[in-house]
């Protein structure tokens, strides 16, 4: 099983990028899939988390309402929609697959699979 992020970069504060994740060897349609981040000397950090059917979605209190959690099933792939940037959303983003939905929302984060990550940079 393998997870390929993609679409970090370099974006000034205010701006957006779209996060992908593209999952091989197996689906995820009925376990959770979520995103993590870890900024430069500090520790890995959840940002939001996704049921298996997209039908529920989780956010940490500090991206709320500016970070979309979505999944495609068909192409195997979840997304994070990142809005309103600021300069502290800098990290290396990785996503997680085979998780539980409720036990993320509990802080329990056990997923089977993880991603490399892929930076992102918010400049001021």
């Known amino acids: 099983v393998q997870l390929v992020e993609s679409g970090g970069g370099l974006v000034q504060a205010g701006g957006s990028l779209r996060l992908s994740c593209a999952t091989f060897?197996?689906?995820?349609?009925?376990?959770?899939m979520a995103w993590f981040r870890r900024a430069p000397g500090k520790e890995r950090e959840f940002v939001a988390a996704?049921?298996?059917?997209?039908?529920?979605?989780y956010y940490a209190d500090s991206v709320k309402g500016r970070f979309t959690i979505s999944k495609d099933n068909a192409k195997n792939t979840v997304y994070l929609h990142m809005n309103s940037l600021k300069p502290e959303d800098t990290a290396v983003y990785s996503c997680?697959?085979?998780?539980?939905?409720?036990?993320?929302?509990?802080?329990?984060?056990?997923?089977?699979?993880w991603g490399q990550g892929t930076q992102v940079t918010v400049s001021s």
């Open positions: 996704i049921s298996g059917t997209g039908g529920s979605t």
């Open positions: 060897g197996r689906t995820f349609s009925r376990s959770a």
């Open positions: 997680a697959a085979g998780g539980n939905y409720y036990y993320t929302t509990l802080g329990k984060y056990e997923y089977d699979y």
